[in-house]
């Protein structure tokens, strides 16, 4: 069982929209998922679940402060994904201990193939334990020179005051291959700026999301991926960052 984290100091990257991806297509792939939501915002459990009541006492909030990880595990309309659900109690544990998730892992007893962890886009304890729990810690990134300060800062956090930075990556997301030929257009600069920098240009995967409303759509009518047409390109991007992730071909033809 490996466990992947999506965290960023700035929200809008796609952390909840690439976890809720990733772990369609590994499931599509006949992979076993858990999905932890430690976003408070529930972007995931407002996904996958299709009554929001189902999580009034099986969410990530009580589970943090129990003995067992599984008795807070509900199933979702996709059979191949369970998901320990958000809650706005997560604000009561802020001051928790950051290895608490790492010592709770051991009772899902090595049941799922992937567990991918969403989060706030914030640093604080409830974050530090998704890291601290994580095999690998993912930042999607956007063009922008928020974004590249804010990871410059992550890493640097990541370096000092954890042991997960050796494990920490990034990958952009909202590329336009239209840019491609203009060495002008910052989508090519900041590329160029992430790259050269003497940290992050070792950090970065060679997997880029495309900029697509398809994205919206999957996330909000439930539109399904293909491997052809207007959804390849996405479709595409998911399969390689999961293949990456899983170190094996994952690659269903939609999810």
């Not at 928790?96 to 962890?117: P, Q």
């Not at 909202?174 to 840019?179: A, T, V």
Request: net charge neutral; proline share 2%; hydrophobic share 40%.
């Amino acid at each position: 069982m490996k466990v992947y984290t999506f965290a960023s100091l700035k929200g809008g990257t796609g952390k909840s929209s690439t976890t809720i991806t990733a772990a369609e297509c590994c499931a599509a792939a006949g992979k076993k998922v858990l999905v932890l939501d430690m976003d408070i915002n529930n972007s995931c459990s407002f996904y996958f679940l299709q009554d929001s009541n189902e999580s009034d006492r099986s969410n990530i909030a009580y589970a943090l402060q129990s003995d067992n990880l599984s008795d807070f595990v509900i199933k979702t309309k996709n059979g191949n994904i369970n998901i320990i659900p958000s809650s706005l109690r997560l604000v009561d544990l802020r001051a928790m201990s950051i290895s608490i998730l790492k010592r709770l892992m051991v009772t899902l007893n090595n049941r799922y193939d992937a567990v991918f962890i969403d989060t706030a886009p914030t640093y604080d304890n409830i974050v530090l334990n998704a890291i601290n729990a994580a095999d690998y810690v993912i930042t999607p990134i956007n063009y922008d020179q928020f974004n590249f300060n804010t990871s410059v800062f992550l890493g640097q956090k990541l370096r000092l005051e954890t042991e997960s930075f050796d494990k920490w990556f990034l990958f952009f997301n909202g590329y336009e291959s239209r840019y491609d030929s203009n060495l002008e257009s910052l989508q090519n600069q900041y590329q160029l700026l992430f790259s050269q920098h003497d940290i992050l240009g070792k950090k970065l995967l060679p997997v880029r999301f495309p900029f697509t409303r398809n994205m919206r759509k999957f996330a909000d009518t439930n539109e399904l991926l293909c491997s052809k047409g207007q959804t390849e390109k996405l479709h595409n991007a998911v399969c390689d960052l999961c293949s990456l992730l899983l170190e094996e071909e994952i690659r269903p033809e939609k999810f």
